[in-house]
């Protein structure tokens, strides 16, 4: 990818030139889920992704606003609420708290959610509707074309395949409604010289690619009122029509800072959007529609649309009908916060699809997290209790493989950084392993447990002790973004919870952990599965 990386020299200038108060800005969204189901770990993949983002940002100084929330207008809900007998409103309500309640369990820290339902927003599609139509970039005229509801997508004839709708393959409906057009064609030059212009603005290239060729063939006028059901936000001009579904949804981006209104303190401070992070199958929407609505209106364009793959299960996609929907609640319970977050995290690569299954799940947890980052912390710990009585001594000079271990541990943090801004979370964290697997060897390497026993080598034995510790404190830093339940249990064992100066990003030098600290051991910080044979 060609994103530009700025080098933590310029990274600390630029955090060094704001004053407190005047940190930069980073503003990351994820898509607004339909509450017409509950969710699964591929929802989870995508928000715990963007808060990984997010809070790594925030660890390096900046102001992070992440948002996420529910799109909870449209047919597909209405129909929902309909087969559980209840009304619109309620039913949303009732699963919208349970969106929360999972990701107050991921330990998922949005700024906001936002709500489709909810009058801050409503106002700002209102307004935004009623500004296109006044300047001529909507129309009314007679809609015949084909709507494929799951999808909440209008399709022509020519684009149906075996007359179903060629994204998901279910049946579509006819429909002949009198409607209004929203001007797509008249901006598609536009739009294609940005996307030409900034290599960045669609990710992968993949996406890009396709999204050229997509525009290329020419775009249609985008129907953007309903008249067949009321579920939805009244066009103001005639509300016998509602606003369509996904230019309701998209505009939550800006409702949720205030855009157009009184409040829009928020609006001006984080627009435009750094990263609007979506599913590969809703690209097309961020990358097409939403710019163009955004061009009408004289907003800037949001920097970047990522599109990452979809978590798979054994038989392809997750659905219910299949019967193999993984609950993220479940694998939670059995596993912890943080080993499913590690997971999702490290293994879809970035752009592709994935495989979920639950032997590599507990495969991650036993060789990543309890052989090499839990046991590089235990037997360190170990062998400074039995030998050094459990304080951290001073380093001596260097020798054998220190400088090595040392180098890598320093560059880690800035390659880790340029990974997160670029989305590639597995990379990052395959990244934050290498000091792991060095450390262990390096253990291997110096066996403190003899040097330990020797009172003429008590000198090195300090020297190893504190260098894996140091190492450590690094890691634990890195990889809070990641899996924020880790660092409190880990800064107890290392002596140093109350000194959060030493968990900061700025705090990553080497050589700041503080001599004559007391280390304490604890229980292992991820105990092995054992599964059977
Ligand atoms: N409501 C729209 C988004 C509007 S954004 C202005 C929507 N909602 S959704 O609930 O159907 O899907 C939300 C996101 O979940 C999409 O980005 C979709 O790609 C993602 N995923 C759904 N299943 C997934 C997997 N199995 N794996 C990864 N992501 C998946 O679309």
Not at 236 to 242: A, I, K, Q
Not at 512 to 526: H, Y
Request: glycine content about 8%.
């Amino acid at each position: 990818m060609t994103t530009k990386v700025i080098s933590r020299r310029e990274r600390g200038r630029n955090l060094t030139r704001f004053g407190k108060g005047e940190r930069p800005t980073f503003y990351i969204t994820t898509p607004i889920y339909y509450p017409s189901d509950r969710l699964h770990i591929g929802h989870a993949y995508t928000t715990v992704a963007a808060d990984a983002v997010a809070r790594f940002k925030r660890l390096e100084g900046y102001d992070a606003f992440f948002l996420t929330g529910a799109d909870e207008h449209g047919q597909k809900i209405e129909r929902a609420a309909q087969a559980h007998g209840k009304a619109p409103q309620e039913y949303v309500d009732e699963i919208v708290a349970t969106f929360k309640s999972l990701w107050a369990e991921l330990r998922v820290e949005y700024s906001d959610f936002i709500r489709t339902t909810d009058a801050r927003h409503r106002v700002v599609v209102e307004q935004a509707f009623q500004r296109l139509y006044d300047q001529g970039d909507i129309y009314k005229a007679a809609y015949e074309g084909w709507y494929c509801t799951p999808c909440e997508t209008f399709w022509t004839e020519r684009q149906l395949v075996e007359k179903s709708c060629p994204d998901c393959g279910r049946p579509v409906e006819l429909l002949r409604e009198e409607s209004y057009f929203f001007r797509l064609s008249k901006y598609a030059d536009r739009l294609l010289k940005h996307i030409e212009e900034h290599p960045d603005f669609i990710q992968p290239v993949s996406r890009r690619n396709e999204m050229i060729n997509f525009i290329r063939q020419g775009l249609e006028d985008l129907c953007v009122s309903r008249t067949t059901f009321s579920w939805g936000i009244p066009v103001p001009f005639d509300p016998r029509h509602v606003v369509y579904v996904w230019v309701d949804a998209l505009t939550n981006y800006i409702s949720a800072l205030g855009y157009g209104t009184e409040g829009d303190a928020s609006f001006r401070r984080y627009w435009p959007a750094d990263v609007h992070l979506v599913g590969k199958d809703i690209v097309r929407f961020h990358a097409v529609i939403w710019p163009i609505l955004l061009m009408a209106l004289g907003i800037e364009l949001p920097k970047r649309v990522v599109g990452h793959g979809w978590l798979l299960v054994d038989g392809g996609k997750m659905s219910k009908s299949k019967g193999n929907v993984i609950d993220p609640h479940v694998l939670i319970e059995k596993y912890g916060v943080d080993a499913v977050r590690y997971y999702l995290l490290r293994e879809l690569p970035a752009g592709g699809d994935g495989y979920y299954l639950e032997e590599n799940l507990v495969g991650r947890i036993n060789s990543d997290l309890a052989n090499d980052l839990g046991n590089l912390l235990h037997r360190t710990l170990t062998v400074c209790e039995r030998f050094g009585g459990g304080v951290v001594n001073a380093p001596g000079a260097p020798e054998g493989p220190d400088e090595e271990l040392i180098a890598l541990t320093e560059e880690t943090p800035e390659k880790v950084s340029q990974h997160v801004d670029r989305l590639e979370l597995a990379e990052a964290l395959s990244a934050v392993w290498r000091p792991i697997s060095r450390a262990n060897k390096y253990l291997d390497e110096t066996a403190p447990w003899n040097l330990g026993k020797d009172p003429e080598k008590r000198g090195r034995f300090n020297t190893v002790v504190y260098n894996v510790l140091e190492v450590y404190r690094f890691v634990t830093v890195l990889l809070s973004p990641f899996m924020p339940g880790f660092p409190e249990r880990v800064w107890p064992q290392l002596g140093i919870a109350g000194r959060p100066e030493l968990h900061a990003f700025a705090s990553l030098r080497w050589g700041r952990f503080p001599a004559g600290v007391e280390v304490r051991r604890g229980a292992p910080l991820f105990p092995r599965i054992e599964t059977p044979k």
